[in-house]
């Protein structure tokens, strides 16, 4: 029998699972993580107090709260003295502590990974269907992003036209489809690029084909075929116009430059990609697809250091030349993260369609997510699906949410509770937050009673700062001479 290992957070159900449902090898082994022997955190943690204080303008307006508190959550987290939780095998005895997580959505790169395999588990388990998918991908010219991040009413129409031109394209290419069909999918909005620049843009998994409900309440699915490249551009050329027009409309452009944009080449700088195409069986392949869709802006893989002073950032997308790199100062790789965390309370990935929260068929939409459903939608074509009534749980009032176990077995291919001494059965079994506590087990245990520190703001030397004060940044500053010195004279 397999070893199997179950976890019970506070405030979940406990849940058994086991390394071979994790598909990972049993003899792998679970090492926490150190987050404060990374580049990233060592540069915030250096870096940080001088970046705040450079911004602090004295009245108020400097760095956001929320973008502050993004970057002092991530020096806290995985640090075993802010709090941990303690795992146990009841076999042997062996037991580990796991560091809390800041759960940030910006800038902490465990957490924003874990959130990326999160959603796309979630939405590969319980929400899209077992049927073809296509991914749309919308970028708009470099003029129109500004408003598109700035102004949120401008960005939702953009992406309403643009839902509205993919609709209408799988009705005239799905057989048997009429006006209230509608179609499925998952907007993610992307308000980055490769190198940590500002790329506000689109990537839309759609179901590929759409769906209507008949007379008697089941619901029909017909599938898109025959879309081809004409197609496509179709779209783009759909969306250029309408977006233009409604930016007009808007205030944002004026007559004379909706028509000189119309008139510049390359689509006026639109572009619609589709090229990307899942098959119903291949749910690999789509949660790999959501994954990307569902990425963080960070790679933490992706930065090392020249010197003291430089840094470099990779793209994974090669230039024209070769391979694309950004060489960063410090306080430039904070001002590009801190421009990158998403603005609190909106959402980074919608559900539109048939999948939307109120749709009146999503229920039976994401029934199709459960293995089961492969035996309903063998033949092609037009589907009829059913209701769910003969199910014992709706599948939306089951629990998507998954384990910390489960979550750390996707991302590293490790299952962390499975005991590295005898291959029994491990479980948290309590959580530590008393400051005297956490001080205590950690001196036994030999590990950090204190957290990293946070290193004081510096500066450079005065007459480098235009109107700096002596003492405004570092205490130990170089006075400026009392004359200047012509070095002309010691020649």
């Known amino acids: 029998m397999p070893a199997t290992a179950t976890c019970a957070p506070q405030g979940q159900r406990s849940c058994t699972v086991t390394p071979r449902a994790c598909h990972m090898p049993s003899s792998a082994v679970y090492h926490r993580r150190r987050p404060e022997r990374t580049l990233l955190y060592r540069t915030v943690q250096a870096h940080l107090a001088t970046w705040l204080a450079l911004h602090d303008d004295g009245a108020g307006g400097g760095v956001p709260g929320v973008t502050e508190r993004e970057f002092r959550r991530y020096l806290e987290c995985g640090i075993l003295a ?73 960005l939702d129409a953009a992406l309403h036209l643009f839902l509205g031109a993919i609709e209408r394209t799988l009705r005239q290419t799905s057989p048997g489809a009429n006006a209230k069909s509608r179609l499925g999918g998952i907007v993610f909005i992307h308000r980055f690029g490769a190198l940590l620049n500002p790329h506000l843009h689109f990537h839309c998994v759609v179901v590929e084909g759409v769906f209507e409900a008949d007379a008697s309440g089941a619901v029909m699915f017909h599938e898109a075929s025959g879309l081809d490249a004409s197609a496509v551009t179709a779209v783009q050329a759909t969306v250029r116009r309408r977006v233009l027009r409604a930016a007009h409309r808007r205030g944002l452009l004026s007559e004379d430059d909706v028509q000189a944009m119309a008139e510049w080449a390359h689509d006026a700088g639109f572009s619609v990609d589709a090229q990307v195409r899942i098959e119903a069986h291949d749910r690999a392949g789509l949660e790999r697809l959501l994954r990307y869709c569902a990425r963080p802006a960070f790679a933490l893989e992706r930065l090392r250091e020249i010197d003291a002073k430089h840094l470099v950032y990779e793209s994974v997308k090669p230039g024209p030349g070769g391979s694309v790199s950004l060489v960063l100062t410090p306080m430039e790789l904070l001002d590009r993260l801190a421009a990158l965390i998403p603005p609190p309370r909106r959402h980074r990935h919608r559900y539109v369609g048939v999948l939307a929260p109120n749709a009146p068929l999503r229920a039976v939409v994401t029934a199709l997510a459960q293995p089961e459903a492969e035996a309903r939608l063998a033949s092609p074509g037009v589907q009829s699906v059913a209701g769910n009534d003969d199910m014992d749980e709706p599948p939306h009032r089951k629990a998507a949410r998954l384990v910390w176990a489960m979550l750390i077995a996707r991302i590293y291919e490790v299952f962390p509770l499975l005991c590295p001494q005898c291959g029994g059965q491990m479980r948290i079994i309590a959580f530590i937050t008393d400051g005297a506590a956490i001080r205590e087990i950690l001196d036994h245990l030999g590990e950090a009673t204190s957290p990293p520190r946070i290193l004081p703001a510096r500066g450079p030397p005065l007459w480098e700062m235009p109107g700096a004060e002596p003492g405004q940044f570092d205490p130990q500053f170089q006075p400026a001479p009392d004359y200047e010195f012509d070095q002309r004279i010691a020649w």
């Open 82 to 154: 802010h709090g941990f939780a303690r795992a146990r095998c009841a076999d042997c005895g062996h037991d580990f502590l796991i560091a809390y997580s800041c759960k940030g959505r910006g800038v902490c790169p465990s957490c924003t990974a874990r959130r990326m395999v999160e959603t796309a588990a979630h939405l590969a388990l319980h929400v899209i269907p077992r049927l073809p998918v296509r991914q749309w991908v919308l970028s708009v010219p470099k003029r129109l992003r500004y408003h598109l991040e700035h102004d949120p009413a401008f």
